[in-house]
């Protein structure tokens, strides 16, 4: 972590720097974030969810030692030495257990800190801002803070048991919801600066009366809301003028900046805007899987004009086939059965990304792919159609930037959305996209 330490000591000294945090476990994700670390010779941070990787597996399989082992050896597999390699755990703990009553859930959450830091995540996002099933609607600040502190001691102990560095911590209470809002959205009012010190000091209180005097001095972030978020169909942006006194606010806690949540579609302009405000780490989770599900999108229209109906992956209608056969990851978001084929594609909200591991799925994708990189003697794809569909890719290869393989093509369109991020956040690139 002092990668992460050092970085958010230079950004409190004045200095326009922050990290993207990367939160997605798709394969082709992983790999861009991994190889673009590779290629700037800058640290990368992942982070896994509660609901995504936990002790029962989460919605991709995969408990916190199975997410470690994925991201580290992709990591060895692309050349990128592990300690470049920054794991954090996003949204630690009641979230994945919130209809069962507190003190059940409050136990799951022990379990899940413990296996995070045992497995060698060091960047603990402590929240427990979400209400279980017998906790009033709104749980007040202090509540959630002693909650928050709980969690701390048992990462504590997790780390001295297991060794290494010592984790870091990210707290806060004004957190949006995962993956965007349900409802639609105009625009957002920034946490106020009073909420925001409060919330400090309640974590501060309760972090001294667990005994974690020493745990404080390692919590580096604060969760609150600049005004930013996105719903299925539009994008709330970030205006600097509406958050200059959250921003403001901050100052007089040394060691401390902001964390961002739901930054994804944010322009380049407003992710870098967000930095100078003090927001240093910027999520990014949907975003991503959306570049990916939009370049998938864009390779299948090539593969329908390439080749006969017969040997098509069809990947669209399969993943159109198995969300509306199991929908359990978007029943409760899309209720608009007017759009309802629309919002399976399309919604920003991209639930699509629960469902890229379904065997059907995958083996779409894997056929799309094998059917592309088959459909010429050297694997190019016709410069016509990658200028119909996917014209950023096109630019990039008739400029030498970028291999003209379905594979590269597809990294490429998740990577251009990093590199926004990177470049907010004050990665500069030369010509031919490597980092400076």
Known sequence: MKALLDLVAQHRSGQPVGIPSICSAHPVVLDAALIHARDSGRPVLIEATSNQVNQFGGYTGMRPTDFHAFVMAKADRVGLAREQVLLGGDHLGPNAWQDEPAAAAMAKSDTLIDDYVAAGFRKIHLDCSMACADDPPVLADAEVAVRAARLAAVAERAWQRSGGEAPVYIVGTEVPVP????????????????????????????????GLANAWQRVIGLVVQPGVEFD?????????????????????????????????????????????????????GPGVTYALRETLWALSFIEDEMLPAETRSGLRNVVLEVMRAEPKYWNKYYTDASRLTFDLQYSLSDRVRYYWAHPRIREAC???????????????????????????????????????????????????????????????????????
């Open 366 to 436: 894997d056929t799309l792919m094998r059917n592309l990189d088959a459909a010429s003697p050297t694997g190019a794809l016709p410069l016509a159609l990658l200028s119909q569909f996917l014209p950023r890719q096109y630019d990039d290869i008739r400029a030498g930037h970028l291999t003209n393989s379905a594979s590269d093509i597809l990294r490429a369109g998740v990577t251009y959305v990093l590199r926004q991020y990177a470049e907010a956040c004050g990665e500069r690139f030369s010509a031919n996209g490597s980092g400076k």
């Open 179 to 210: 993956g965007g809002a349900k409802e639609e959205l105009d625009e957002l009012q920034a946490t106020r600066p009073e909420a925001m010190a409060a919330t400090v000091e309640a974590h501060r209180k309760a972090f001294a009366e667990h």
């Open 232 to 284: 299925h169909h539009d994008v709330v942006d970030f205006q600097p003028d509406k958050a200059r006194a959250l921003s403001a606010a901050i100052e007089p806690f040394p060691g401390l900046v902001y964390e961002a949540h739901s930054t994804d579609y944010q322009t380049a302009e407003a992710l870098a805007a967000l930095v100078r405000g003090h927001f240093a780490i910027l999520k990014v």
